[in-house]
């Protein structure tokens, strides 16, 4: 018989939940919290105070360019927001903003940083996500390069 596929379930991260039970249910170092329409997570070149693992909304990552905002990413419940982080910067020249409304885990930047130097199973899930990541980016850039913006729509860009 085949194997069933976990599909999106909404309130859950699929990064914590494809984590090994008996790590989520320890003392866990997470926070919970709300995240509110037009909150920002952290400012462009700010310090990055969290990492976010959305349960459910979306965060977009957001760049300044002569003068207008250029959207680079968008993040919900398949990933987590901060991965300047993991990549070992305090700081990024994008800024996170939410742009629907809902809640997230959170852990403080410092206390990630030092569960990332144990190479556990959070850092390969966050490895592989944060190789997702730059693959999508990279992609929406040669779509926008090379397409109209309804081709591109259409593409799934």
């Not at 969290?50 to 919900?76: K, Q």
Request: hydrophobic share 40%; aromatic share 6%; charged share 15%.
């Amino acid at each position: 018989m085949a194997k069933l596929r976990r599909i999106h379930v909404p309130g859950e991260n699929r990064l914590l939940v494809a984590l090994p039970r008996a790590i989520t249910t320890e003392c866990s170092p997470f926070g919970e919290g709300i995240l509110s329409l037009k909150d920002v997570l952290y400012e462009a070149n700010g310090p990055i105070a969290h990492v976010y693992f959305p349960l459910s909304g979306v965060v977009s990552l957001v760049i300044m360019d002569s003068g207008s905002t250029l959207e680079v990413g968008i993040i919900g419940n398949e990933g987590m927001v901060g991965t300047p982080v993991f990549l070992g910067a305090e700081r990024s020249p994008t800024q996170a903003i939410v742009q629907i409304q809902g809640e997230a885990m959170r852990m403080e930047a410092k206390f990630f940083q030092k569960e990332m130097k144990h190479d556990g199973p959070l850092y390969g899930l966050v490895q592989r996500y944060t190789q997702a990541m730059i693959n999508h980016i990279s992609q929406c850039l040669i779509c926008n390069r090379r397409h109209s913006v309804n081709n591109a729509c259409a593409a799934g860009c």
